[in-house]
């Protein structure tokens, strides 16, 4: 049995109450979801960087500079916006280098011809026979068996010669220089965008001197002359001789 509390004694002590276990939050219960910061409000505790209201970031709506061109294959100067930029001043071979990787190339790729010329043109002399006739007149016979012979070498001649054009096209069209352009140190690129040929195009190029002959030759002199040392071929097919770097 209790008695109240004595009001007059300070060290009577209070009636406990019952302690209540603390809820936790569980299923069913909802849960207060913590605050995030507003965006655009100021989180606490981060140190706000002072901001100038005059300075421009660059973004939507804004114009950005534009990067430099940069020096591309064979000397080319290329624009990542794809305009093209073009050659500098003196990027293009001189006449004097091109007309000595021509003579390079001929000497490199036509002693094996000439070798087969001389042998065709000595069987066919050797199956030449000059006799006098009764009344003074001298007649000329060939001998069928040398007379072959000097044909077969010359057709192989020709063969030889046309395989080393081919080759020729070849280097110049996949790596942009031929033997004799490899030793002066000058390329075939295209004019558009500095690049190889390819094979295909490198051999109408090729064909295309004609151009250069049928004028009395003066296609093959005009780069002396032209801001971009082109001859007729390579007008026609847009491409340029620069120096390699």
Same mark, same amino acid.
């Given at each position: 049995?209790?008695?109240?509390? =004595?009001?007059?004694? %300070?060290?009577?002590?209070?009636?406990?109450?019952?302690?209540?276990? %603390?809820?936790?939050?569980?299923?069913?219960?909802?849960?207060? %979801?913590?605050?995030?910061?507003?965006?655009?409000?100021?989180?606490? #505790?981060?140190?706000?960087?002072p901001q100038d209201p005059y300075a421009q970031q660059p973004g939507y709506g804004y114009p950005q500079q534009p990067p430099a061109p940069q020096a591309g294959y064979g000397?080319?100067?290329? =624009?990542?916006?794809?305009?093209?930029?073009?050659?500098?001043?003196?990027?293009?071979?001189?006449?004097?280098?091109?007309?000595?990787?021509?003579?390079?190339?001929?000497?490199?790729?036509?002693?094996?011809?000439?070798?087969?010329?001389?042998?065709?043109?000595?069987?066919?002399?050797?199956?030449?026979?000059?006799?006098?006739?009764?009344? #003074?007149?001298?007649?000329?016979?060939?001998?069928?068996?040398?007379?072959?012979?000097?044909?077969?070498?010359?057709?192989?001649?020709?063969?030889v010669a046309f395989a080393g054009v081919l080759y020729v096209c070849y280097k110049e069209g996949t790596t942009g220089q031929s033997p004799g352009k490899k030793i002066l140190?000058?390329?075939?690129?295209?004019?558009?965008?500095?690049?190889?040929?390819?094979?295909?195009?490198?051999?109408?190029?090729?064909?295309?001197?004609?151009?250069?002959?049928?004028?009395?030759?003066? #296609?093959?002199?005009?780069?002396?002359?032209? =801001?971009?040392?082109?001859?007729?071929? =390579?007008?026609?097919?847009?491409?340029?001789?620069?120096?390699?770097?």
């Amino acid at each position: 049995m209790s008695y109240p509390p =004595d009001p007059n004694n %300070p060290y009577a002590q209070q009636p406990q109450q019952p302690q209540q276990p %603390p809820q936790q939050p569980g299923y069913g219960y909802p849960q207060q %979801p913590p605050t995030q910061p507003q965006y655009g409000y100021p989180q606490q #505790g981060v140190p706000q960087q002072p901001q100038d209201p005059y300075a421009q970031q660059p973004g939507y709506g804004y114009p950005q500079q534009p990067p430099a061109p940069q020096a591309g294959y064979g000397g080319y100067q290329t =624009d990542p916006y794809g305009q093209q930029a073009g050659y500098g001043q003196g990027a293009y071979a001189s006449w004097g280098a091109r007309v000595g990787a021509y003579l390079l190339d001929g000497l490199i790729i036509g002693v094996v011809p000439i070798i087969l010329y001389i042998i065709a043109g000595v069987a066919f002399a050797s199956s030449v026979h000059t006799t006098t006739d009764a009344y #003074g007149y001298p007649t000329t016979t060939t001998s069928g068996g040398a007379a072959g012979i000097a044909v077969i070498f010359y057709l192989l001649g020709a063969a030889v010669a046309f395989a080393g054009v081919l080759y020729v096209c070849y280097k110049e069209g996949t790596t942009g220089q031929s033997p004799g352009k490899k030793i002066l140190n000058i390329r075939l690129v295209r004019e558009a965008d500095g690049q190889v040929l390819g094979f295909g195009m490198a051999f109408v190029r090729k064909l295309a001197h004609i151009l250069d002959s049928i004028t009395c030759y003066v #296609g093959f002199l005009w780069p002396l002359w032209d =801001d971009k040392a082109q001859t007729f071929a =390579d007008k026609v097919m847009n491409t340029v001789v620069v120096r390699s770097q």
